[in-house]
Nanobody
Framework: QVQLVESGGGLVQAGGSLRLSCAAS????????MGWYRQAPGQQRELVANITSGDSTTYAESAKGRFTISRDSAKNTVYLEMNSLKPEDTAVYYC??????????????????WGQGTQVTVSS
């Protein structure tokens, strides 16, 4: 089993900054990618940013230039530094890990796990 623990959400004024963290533990074994999605009330979940095991990054257009994703592979932890926050960034932010572990027979098993979500609220 793989568990994700998120932290760092909260209330901030427009123009402020927050840093989200997400740590994966348990049978992580090999991580292909980690990242963040968000979901605002009444809207679909959307990708914010992700980072692969080769440190390739992808950002939503709305996040480019303001958000930075990074990782600590030794800790299986991903971070999202969010600057110049806007009220439209208000959402629940969900961490995910896309990885692989092996079963008793050594057969690789892919998995995709989600965190419980952390609320980010940006006031105007």
């Amino acid at each position: 089993q793989v568990q994700l623990v998120e932290s760092g959400g909260g209330l901030v004024q427009a123009g402020g900054s927050l840093r989200l963290s997400c740590a994966a533990s348990g049978s992580v074994f090999r991580v292909n990618a980690m990242g963040w999605y968000r979901q605002a009330p009444g809207q679909q979940r959307e990708l914010v940013a992700n980072i692969t095991s080769g440190d390739s990054t992808t950002y939503a257009e709305s996040a480019k230039g303001r958000f930075t994703i990074s990782r600590d592979s030794a800790k299986n932890t991903v971070y999202l530094e969010m600057n110049s926050l806007k009220p439209e960034d208000t959402a629940v932010y969900y961490c995910f890990v896309d990885g692989q572990h092996v079963d008793y027979y050594g057969i690789p098993i892919e998995y995709l796990k989600w965190g419980q979500g952390t609320q980010v609220t940006v006031s105007s």
